[in-house]
């Protein structure tokens, strides 16, 4: 099986993204995350979670140089 499409457990996918698995499940209920449901159990495509991630990346914000100089 390829990697990419290889199905996370709740905890893999915690470690993955440095979070709690409590995290995770909380996003997996909100539907935040992407997931499937195999029986009663919660699995994530690990592809899917990237795709994800790179959805919510930012640039980040320029730094902008103020002159705080007192007077």
């Not at 709740?10 to 997996?28: G, M, N």
Request: proline share 1%.
């Amino acid at each position: 099986m390829d990697r990419r499409n290889r199905l996370l457990t709740v905890d893999e996918v915690a470690e993955y993204l440095q979070v709690k698995s409590s995290t995770i499940y909380q996003w997996t209920h909100m539907e935040f995350i992407p997931h499937v449901k195999v029986g009663k159990f919660v699995r994530f495509r690990l592809d899917r979670i990237d795709t994800w991630l790179e959805k919510r990346s930012t640039k980040g914000r320029r730094t902008i140089k103020c002159d705080v100089r007192l007077k």
